[in-house]
């Protein structure tokens, strides 16, 4: 009986050193979707635009001979597909905010929304040399030709969108 309490005790104590049983791993939640919050930009979810029909190229060759962009937030009043762009479907509110710093470099800030959507943000800048185009920097990637027009309290710009087609935006500053 003595060594069987013995013998009792040798593999109690065995088993309360040994590591426990292993646990089955319960697979990792992947992550939801990433939102990337290029700049702090709101757009007047009141105003929706939705894009105009396609008009022809050569009906939109207007010549848009670029001028001084006033920085400042600018709400979408107006676009256009020209061409063949894609453009989006249903209507967005888009407010683009304009800056300059000290050096003269301009930024773009976008923001746009459909109604009770997710907002989608991208940030870019802005040059004019050798010719107009737009260098997105977040929330998108590469670069674009643009042209554009613009007055005190407008702005007007023609992207490429798509392959073989642009869009025509038209802005008014925000007061």
Partial sequence: MRSFLLTTAVVALLAACAPPASQQE??????????????????????QVTVGEPVAAVAAASDLRGGSITPGTYDLVRATRVGSATGWNGTRAIALNVSEDQAGAVTFNWAGAAPGGEVDRWTAGFTETPQPRISYTCGRAGEVAAEFAAQANAL?????????????LEFQRRS
Wanted: aromatic content about 0%; some cysteine; proline content about 14%.
């Fill in 156 to 168: 007007q710009l023609r992207i490429q969108d798509g392959a073989s087609g642009q869009l025509e």
């Fill in 26 to 47: 319960r697979p990792e939640t992947p992550p939801g979707p990433t939102v990337v919050a290029c700049n702090e930009v709101a757009p007047n979810a009141s105003q």
